[in-house]
């Protein structure tokens, strides 16, 4: 059922987000599914200024599934470059290796289709769904969390994972038409990027701050579980990271030797070497050199 507090919101936020909305080449409406399909993977867990640059290279490289299924996975992984958590390329390669082979080269438009892709989860789906095919999909992204959280559920931060609640409002919160839904959706999400942020809200250029529920509450503070940001000096993350490097850096296999020298404990690198081994990230050759997949 759509929620009434919606239809308060609506016209405010859309208005704004058609003045306020960032120029970025994955919104254009010449943009293809495909590429729509990379922006989504590429921005989870990363900023935009970090994306753009790799999201174009990605595109002149790859414009199409087909282009990106034809290149090896190593390749993938080399030209993800510093976006972090590079198994997502590994999952974008499979994706277009999938849509090239049983998709005829064409990004499906049915929510449900793209969720059997490789690596394509909830999220994503209903991204391209939304943003390529112009659907009406729940779209729901940390920033949708933390803008309902404020301007519907009266809180100032969401739980620290999604509910089921959660995905129920952001429907019920959707347009009625498939058009402004889909722009609803990445209306809320740039407000969240732009004006309602996590650590320091802008509630003064706020297109919905005279309805927003967490405002009208006198700003309560957050009383959920604590909340602690993710490490990363010395972390199996920032190991896996700098082992990844050296092998996107040379143009050939690298000695596991040169590897070790890039990390000052042993057994957390061999540690890391053999999960990035087992998850295909680093192809071993004669035991004691590595490359990229390939």
Do not use: K
Not at 120 to 132: E, M, P
Not at 158 to 163: D, K
């Amino acid at each position: 059922m759509p929620d009434p507090r919606g239809e308060l919101l609506h016209t405010p936020l859309l208005q704004w987000y058609a003045e306020a909305r960032r120029d970025l080449p994955w919104r254009h409406p010449d943009c293809s599914p495909w590429g729509v399909l990379v922006s989504e993977v590429m921005l989870q867990q990363t900023p935009v200024a970090r994306v753009l640059p790799v999201w174009t290279r990605w595109m002149a490289l790859w414009p199409t599934p087909s282009a990106l299924g034809g290149a090896s996975p190593g390749e993938a992984v080399r030209e993800w470059a510093r976006l972090g958590y590079p198994r997502r390329a590994l999952r974008l390669h499979a994706a277009a290796t999938a849509i090239r082979d049983e998709h005829d080269g064409e990004v499906p438009a049915d929510e449900g289709t793209l969720r059997t892709l490789p690596g394509i989860g909830d999220y994503t789906a209903a991204a391209v769904a939304a943003f390529a095919f112009g659907q009406r999909a729940t779209v729901v992204d940390t920033n949708v969390r933390r803008v309902q959280a404020r301007a519907v559920t009266g809180v100032a931060l969401p739980a620290p994972s999604l509910t089921r609640a959660e995905v129920e409002l952001a429907s019920a919160l959707l347009p009625g038409s498939d058009g402004d839904a889909a722009t609803w959706n990445v209306a809320v999400m740039e407000l969240g990027a732009l004006v309602c942020t996590a650590r320091a809200p802008r509630c003064g250029e706020c297109p919905i701050a005279s309805r927003c529920a967490w405002r009208l509450a006198g700003y309560p503070p957050y009383a959920g579980p604590p909340r602690r940001g993710q490490a990363w000096e010395g972390t199996d993350r920032q190991c896996r990271g700098r082992i990844v490097q050296a092998l996107r850096e040379s143009s050939g296999p690298v000695a596991g030797a040169e590897l070790r020298a890039r990390w000052p404990d042993a057994a957390q690198q061999e540690r890391c070497i053999d999960a990035l081994v087992h998850e295909g990230l680093v192809e071993p050759l004669d035991g004691e050199r590595f490359q990229l997949p390939s």
